[in-house]
């Protein structure tokens, strides 16, 4: 392994799927800059990543990680994957690997389906331009969507019969299961209240994952951007459950 510090590039101003990279770093102690959360003099901002992107690399969308120095990778779940299996933070068994990997990919689905709650349509359009779709997504969302994928992840933990997702052992989806779940609950807060009472596992794991010395140091930090409406996770209180 070399010296070189982690190169994280994603929007600077929300926390977004850069987050799920940024808690496994954080949870793990492992150096990284936010290139776009530091000054454009120091060749960071939006434009280091737009200069990325745009830039011939192999690499469709942030957060992309340079992980040597003129090498790119990006999807979250690849990412993570690729940051685990170097740091030793995922069991070595190859079965074990997979399922980390598909619980991370089932939670990218849940993340994505999350961001079309609010845009529907197009994410080239204006919220305001496409809010009829995004009331009655939401609300597909909140009754079918929320406890098909809470009822998932509550059953694999409990048939661990322990506290993660993969048993005992805390791994970088149980991090991006616990952004996740903080997410929907600052983005439907009634809904989330309303639902989360049926998955005793769910809360459970929520709790043992901010409790952990990493996540707890990053939440208290200025590193932790709060969520906010230019995000996946938006509170707008009209897409939420009525009183
Ligand atoms: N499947 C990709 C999705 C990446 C993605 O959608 N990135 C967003 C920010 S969260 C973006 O900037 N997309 C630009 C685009 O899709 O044109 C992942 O999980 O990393």
Redesign the pocket.
């Known amino acids: 392994m070399t010296d070189f510090v982690y190169r994280l590039y994603y929007?600077p101003s929300l926390p977004?799927?850069g987050e799920f990279v940024r808690l496994l770093l954080e949870d793990a102690g492992i150096p990284y800059v936010d290139v776009a959360r530091t000054s454009e003099d120091e060749g960071g901002g939006v434009q280091s990543v737009l200069a990325l992107v745009k830039g011939g690399i192999d690499c469709?969308?942030?957060?992309i990680l340079e992980y040597e120095s003129g090498r790119h990778i990006?999807?979250?779940?690849n990412i993570c994957q690729y940051l685990a299996i170097t740091h030793d933070l995922v069991h070595e068994d190859p079965f074990d690997r997979m399922l980390a990997n598909q619980f991370q990919l089932t939670l990218?689905d849940l993340v994505s389906e999350v961001h079309d709650t609010h845009h529907p349509i197009s994410?080239s359009m204006y919220y305001e331009d496409q809010k009829d779709a995004a009331l009655l997504r939401s609300a597909a969302f909140i009754e079918h969507r929320i406890p098909k994928f809470f009822g998932f992840f509550e059953r694999t933990i409990a048939s661990m019969k322990e506290t993660y997702l993969l048993g005992e052992r805390c791994t970088y989806p149980d991090l991006s299961l616990w952004h996740t779940l903080e997410g929907i609950e600052h983005a439907f807060p009634k809904a989330y209240a309303a639902h989360i009472v049926d998955y005793p596992r769910l809360r459970a794991l929520r709790t043992a994952v901010g409790a952990r010395e990493g996540i707890a140091a990053y939440v208290s930090s200025a590193r932790r951007m709060p969520f906010n409406e230019h995000g996946?996770f938006r509170n707008y209180p009209e897409l939420d459950l009525e009183d």
């Open positions: 929007w977004g799927r469709f969308a942030p957060p990006a999807q979250t779940a990218a994410t996946i």
